[in-house]
C-alpha cells in the first residue's frame, strides 16, 4: 500500500490543485480507515480526523480541537512523507555509531561513561582505554 500512496503522491505533484487535494485526500482517509478501523469511535469522530491526517489515538493523545490542530505533525505526513529525509538509518538507529560518527565529525557529546557491548559492560567506551 505505501508504495501505491507515493507513487500515487509522486503523480499529483503536478498543478492538478484541486484533483490532487481530492486524490491525497482519498488515499489519506483509506489509509487512516485501514489503520483505524479498529478503534472505538463513532465515525463522526474519525472522519474529521482522518480527512485532517490524523488517527483516533493521536488526536487523543495531543488532546486535538479544531483550533489547534496546526500545531502538530499529521502521522499521515510522519509515515508517507518523511520516508526519505534520513537515507542511512544504521547510524540514527545505533547509538554507539551514531556516537563515533558525530564525535569525529568534531560535534561536542556528553561524556559515555558505560555501555553493554557483547553481553558484557565496557567503562568508558571511546577513550583509548576502555575497558
Given at each position: 500500500?505505501?508504495?501505491?500512496?507515493?507513487?500515487?503522491?509522486?503523480?499529483?505533484?503536478?498543478?492538478?490543485?484541486?484533483?490532487?487535494?481530492?486524490?491525497?485526500?482519498?488515499l489519506?482517509?483509506?489509509?487512516?480507515?485501514?489503520?483505524?478501523?479498529?478503534?472505538?469511535?463513532?465515525?463522526?469522530?474519525?472522519?474529521?480526523?482522518?480527512?485532517?491526517?490524523?488517527r483516533?489515538?493521536?488526536?487523543?493523545?495531543?488532546?486535538?480541537?479544531?483550533?489547534?490542530?496546526?500545531?502538530?505533525?499529521?502521522?499521515?505526513?510522519?509515515?508517507?512523507?518523511?520516508?526519505?529525509?534520513?537515507?542511512?538509518?544504521?547510524?540514527?538507529?545505533?547509538?554507539?555509531?551514531?556516537?563515533?560518527?558525530?564525535?569525529?565529525?568534531?560535534?561536542?557529546?556528553t561524556?559515555t561513561?558505560?555501555?553493554?557491548?557483547?553481553?558484557r559492560?565496557?567503562?568508558?567506551?571511546?577513550?583509548?582505554?576502555?575497558?
Amino acid at each position: 500500500m505505501s508504495l501505491l500512496v507515493d507513487t500515487v503522491m509522486r503523480l499529483t505533484r503536478s498543478r492538478l490543485g484541486p484533483i490532487r487535494r481530492l486524490v491525497e485526500g482519498s488515499l489519506r482517509l483509506y489509509w487512516m480507515w485501514r489503520e483505524d478501523r479498529h478503534v472505538r469511535a463513532p465515525l463522526s469522530r474519525k472522519l474529521p480526523l482522518w480527512w485532517r491526517g490524523f488517527r483516533v489515538h493521536s488526536a487523543t493523545l495531543y488532546g486535538l480541537g479544531r483550533d489547534h490542530a496546526a500545531d502538530y505533525l499529521p502521522d499521515f505526513n510522519a509515515i508517507h512523507r518523511t520516508k526519505g529525509l534520513n537515507y542511512d538509518r544504521a547510524f540514527l538507529d545505533n547509538k554507539a555509531a551514531l556516537r563515533s560518527v558525530l564525535l569525529t565529525s568534531g560535534l561536542a557529546q556528553t561524556e559515555t561513561v558505560a555501555m553493554l557491548w557483547r553481553g558484557r559492560a565496557v567503562v568508558h567506551p571511546f577513550s583509548q582505554d576502555g575497558q
